[in-house]
């Protein structure tokens, strides 16, 4: 029987003491509660170089500058995890959310498949996610962390004396209570790049709402905007379904490189990155962006001196980039031998 120890102010236990009296919040070491499925993006480069895709029962933090696609791709990941019969929660701290382009990027807007947030303070957007963890949706995102005010910052006037670091604080609570209570959801913190005053040596980026932020995440992506993509890079099946105002013959921007790098992960290989074409009329490139991966790690090879690319899966050679890609869409075997080979190291 456990005994308190005099003068020490702790319990002994004997190991079978422990497990009885620990009983609800032991696990196996194989107890599928402790790994939970990996919830896929459905971009093959991103999957990859992810392990999978997204870990669920786990944060998965995405930052970068603005505009570089940071709430289009938490948009593709709802639309993945919706085509999987899963639900998905979008805390719309930024009042960005438009039905239109979400659903033009692939999300279902049924009441059943998505629940849109809006928070009235910080305190109450992390009641909102906690609600959202522990009710298990699929996907629960936090659109995002320098759009939170706290109750006190909005019951003050802008005349008062600013209390320093305490949203940061706030959130940092309001992270480690999500983190205790995610069971089997991915949880996705956007965040923003900014430049620090006054730093001489190092870096001067840094990210808004604590240095906590960076521990608690499992995964954190950093995103850039690459190249843009112009009309006469499209193929002729790529035709936008826009029309730019520009009448001019000069090219026209129709879209913009994606590009993604996994700065953290605990459980796979990180410091690694994937371009993703992303086009203006919420179209996104998976196939492309696997041929360019493959280009990368040499498992697509450019003759020298020549257009041609060799394939795996196929015979001969294929000209040009956007034709590999037509033929991997086409060829489902060729498609999987070329991911797993990327997957492999080549």
């Known amino acids: 029987m456990a005994k308190k120890v005099s003068g020490l102010g702790y319990t002994v236990y004997t190991v079978e003491e422990f497990l009885k009296e620990f009983e609800g919040s032991l696990f196996k070491p194989k107890d599928p509660r402790l790994n939970p499925n990996i919830l896929p993006t459905d971009l093959e480069s991103l999957d990859l170089i992810l ?18 696609g940071k709430t289009l791709l938490t948009q593709v990941i709802i639309a993945a995890a919706q085509r999987r019969g899963g639900r998905a929660f979008f805390l719309d701290a930024e009042k960005t959310y438009d039905s239109n382009w ?14 849109i947030g809006r ?20 996907v629960v995102v936090l659109d995002s962390i320098p759009s939170l005010v706290s109750q006190a910052a909005l019951d003050s006037k802008m005349t008062e004396k600013d209390q320093m670091g305490g949203d940061a604080r706030k959130i940092t609570a309001g992270v480690k209570k999500c983190n205790l209570m995610n069971e089997s959801s991915a949880f996705i913190v956007i965040n923003q790049m900014r430049s620090a005053l006054g730093v001489v040596y190092g870096s001067p980026e840094t990210i808004p709402g604590g240095k906590f932020l960076r521990a608690a995440a499992s995964v954190s992506l950093r995103l850039r905007r690459g190249a843009w993509v ?6 002729e099946g790529e035709v936008p379904t826009f029309t730019s ?32 074409r992303v086009l203006f009329n919420g179209s996104v490139d998976s196939t492309g962006s696997l041929v360019d991966l493959a280009i990368k790690r040499g498992v697509v090879v450019l003759e020298k001196g020549l257009s041609f690319y060799r394939v795996p899966g196929h015979d001969g050679l294929i000209n040009g980039r956007n034709a590999v890609a037509d033929y991997l869409r086409e060829t489902p075997d060729a498609r999987e031998l070329v991911a797993a080979q990327v997957r492999n190291g080549g």
Request: overall charge negative.
């Open 51 to 68: 392990g999978g895709g997204i870990r669920r029962g786990r944060t998965t933090m995405i930052y970068g500058i603005e505009s570089s």
């Open 102 to 115: 979400f659903a033009l990027t692939g999300v279902d807007l049924d009441d059943d498949k998505l629940t």
């Open 119 to 138: 928070p009235a303070s910080l305190e109450h957007a992390f009641d909102m996610l906690e609600g959202a963890l522990k009710a298990k949706f699929e």
């Open 245 to 276: 105002v520009d009448d001019s013959k000069e090219a026209q921007r129709v879209g913009f490189q994606m590009r993604i790098r996994v700065e953290k992960n605990k459980t796979e290989i990180p410091w690694q990155e994937t371009d993703i």
């Open 230 to 235: 112009l009309d006469k890079d499209l193929d």
